[in-house]
């Protein structure tokens, strides 16, 4: 019984929880004589997974590799206005915007890597200090909303390959690639190794900073994909978007919701998905039910606490014991669990 | 902790003494202080006062520099408090939305009614300690991350708080209670008016002090260094950092209190707080991750925030632009931070460097040594 407890993964769990939020989900919106499994509700749901998804693999590869990404708000308004901006209603701009976009989000991550590992600052500060950067950039330079996507930017957001929205096929490319990165490249095994134990990674010859930097690199440029994503929606840049959401804080929730080890080093993708699914799900009953949107917070953040507590728990002991024969206090713990 | 009872040989001591915050005269040790990041930041703030002085003469009037202490009171008393939480290694992001909570309940529970003062404060006081209560038990004891735990209470309790005012102002607390923020003691001589939360600041700075100097204060320091090292030496981790939680809770409690003479009743009172109180905290030197920084540090690296938008104000700079100088400046002093902590650092003893202790150690049994040496570096 013990161990086929223990051989439940985290992921296993999450999968468990969103499993129990659709089924309640379902129930109360056939309370509330709607069908869940709709067509519209269902595109609904995935399109609210969508920017945060993208957002949060990034977050989660940031985490992985033992340092915080707080400046994506940022970085998902920036990109929509500099988009919006370049783009400014012809078609023939999209492809300059979105490249010149992608580019600026990376030179932003670039630069949060390299603070966090060169200038040792830790990954929180750095990156809310690159995210006030920002921020006062676009307080001084745009007022209100700019520029405008053409029609053929716009059909982004609006097409869909059958019921599924095309945004969120991208976004499960992107997490496909980035799973595929973690699992068979080198960089993914050096970014687990530098979350784990950067001095570890060190010793054993590692250099520690470039997984980080790419994980920071590739946050940057998915929340520009977000960006992007929002400015097609919404056809026009809004230099606030990305701190209505919250994004950064969401983003951190959504990645330990789904059972990644803030301290880095341990977790995955798929953990993030279905927590960003989760989110949705939630987001959407709340909807249906037409909670107060006040109250919709109070739920999230009851969520995310005792989501995370069911399984937090377990996370710190199901380590591999070390080398060393055990302890008599590590023989009097393992009797009590 | 093995350097408990070093034995200094004279010529080490002149190399490199062992204790420096211990050795050699007051003016060498205090310039020793001021070499850390955590002395740095009163050099910082006596840097920008001047500055402010030079670039606005107004500010050299002692009346304009009070009302500026007691302005910055709220601010630096919800640094002190995050400091606890951060010294031991967690944080507290529920910090603007217990402030926006405490504005709120002082506004519609007080009201009017001025005998209802001492016990609003005291249900004030008592809300707070709940909400500490309730992060650090979440914390400690269901083992979920601080920052999830906080987030979640952050969310939870400012979603309450508008669902409850429907997101307008509401409620207007009696005028004596809102004194305490914005009163002060009349017709003083030199300064004019001494107001009411410079006091408080004093009183909170003086008891942040005493209980860091405590063995409560040493223990939450080493919780946050080492906490393997400190559950083993017997400290019930989840006790002293639930305090730390607690103290947190009721700091941005008091900071409500004294915001409701400032800002009035409002639920976006008190937002970004947490922020800005983390921020003020690693300006002042102490380390993110925990077990190193001073907590008058914390304070300080309040004023020096408070004071640098201040002199962003006087020169002119756009208020848009706060933003952009406020991230470059956090992110150079915690990189100036991080290299000199590194520096001050006592060297590690990986080989005993005074023979006399060595052998000492050496004569009862030969095993004893080896065994001594390599659990400590492992």
New interface residues.
Partial sequence: MKNRLSSVTSTTIVYGVLLVAIVAGAVLTAVNGRNFFSTGNIDNILTTTSILGFIAIGQTLVVLGGSLDLSVPFVVSLSSVVGAGIMAGDPGNIVPAVVVTLALAMAVGLVNGLIVTFLKVHGFIATLGTGLIISGYLASNYKGSHGSAPLDFRLLDATRIGPVPVSTLIMLGCAGLAILMLRRTRLGHHLYAVGGNAEVARLSGLRTSVPVIAAHVICSALSAVAGLLLLARLSVGNPTIGSQGGYDLMSIAAVVLGGTLLAGGKGNIMGTLAGVAIFAVIDNVMGVMQVNPFLRDVVRGVVIVVAVAVYARRELDTRPPRFERPTGLDAALQEAR | MSTATPSITTTETQARPELPLHQGSLGSRIAAGLATPGGAVFVLVGVLLVSIMVSNPNFTDPGALIRFAGRTAPIAIAAMGQYYVIVSGEFD?SMGAVIAAQVVLAGNFIGQDEGRIIPGLLLMLAVGALIGIINGL?TTL????S???T??????????V??ITG?AASGNPVDAFRDIGRGGIEDVPVVDVIPYPLIILVVVATLSVWLMRRPFGRTLIAAGDNPEATHYSGAPLWSYKTRAFVLSSLSATVAGILLVGYAGVHPSVGAGYE?TA??AV?LGGVV??GGRGWVLSAAAGAFALELLFTLLTSLGV?S?????????I??AA??VS??AW?VGRRPRRTTPTDPSRATHIATPSPNQPSTGATTGEN
């Fill in positions: 992001l979440v269901l083992k979920v991350p920052f999830i735990v987030l979640g209470m952050m969310l939870a309790l400012s979603g309450l508008r669902y997101g922020f983390i921020t690693v993110l991750g756009p848009t632009w706060r933003d952009t100088v406020q991230g470059l956090i992110i915690v990189a991080a290299r590194q």
